[in-house]
């Protein structure tokens, strides 16, 4: 699993992938992180048959995934994550949720902004998130992105919003495998 996590990553940078596929890899890393873990962390995916098929930029799941168990899942006794995909108005909308501690108000006031801020401080939002919201801004326009919300000690919900194209398996299929 670890391999192919790796190899993954290496396979597929800067292209776009089916959340299907995005979602195999994201079972492959909750498997290595069970292992750690143990029956500490459940996962849960739903996700619609004419969802799964859906283009978006590769690695966009994996890192918001790693981010609930490092974040959501310390010192949780039962921990659960969540994948939705669901059709929006604007596109898809996919959520991860963790059940784990939140983020106090001030906190994710601060994340939200350094977000959308000219400055990177790496040890808040990370690389991860800054580089996913960025990509999708960039790839998509100012509409789309991430939006976190959370309530300490009720979990926190990511959620990825892509637009709906009607060429959706066709959109940059040169940037595909």
């Known amino acids: 699993n670890l391999a192919d996590l790796f190899r993954h990553n290496l396979d597929h940078f800067n292209r776009l992938s089916t959340v299907e596929e995005e979602l195999e890899i994201v079972a492959k890393y909750i498997y290595i992180?069970?292992?750690?873990?143990?029956?500490?962390?459940?996962?849960?995916?739903?996700?619609?048959e004419t969802d799964s098929d859906y283009l978006i930029p590769s690695m966009t799941l994996q890192p918001l995934v790693e981010n609930a168990v490092l974040h959501g899942m310390n010192g949780q006794e039962n921990g659960e994550i969540r994948i939705q995909a669901e059709r929006e108005d604007m596109g898809v909308c996919v959520s991860v949720h963790d059940n784990g501690s939140g983020i106090d108000a001030q906190t994710l006031e601060r994340i939200c902004r350094e977000l959308d801020g000219e400055y990177k401080?790496?040890?808040?939002?990370?690389?991860?998130?800054?580089?996913?919201?960025?990509?999708?801004?960039?790839?998509?326009?100012?509409?789309?992105?991430?939006?976190?919300?959370?309530?300490?000690?009720?979990?926190?919900?990511?959620?990825?919003?892509?637009?709906?194209?009607?060429?959706?398996?066709?959109?940059?299929?040169?940037d595909r495998g």
């Open 33 to 48: 992180q069970q292992h750690r873990f143990g029956e500490r962390i459940q996962y849960a995916v739903r996700v619609e």
């Open 121 to 174: 401080r790496r040890h808040v939002t990370g690389i991860g998130l800054k580089s996913i919201h960025e990509l999708m801004k960039t790839k998509y326009g100012p509409e789309y992105g991430l939006t976190i919300e959370s309530d300490k000690m009720m979990g926190t919900t990511v959620y990825a919003l892509f637009p709906d194209r009607e060429d959706k398996h066709n959109a940059e299929s040169n």
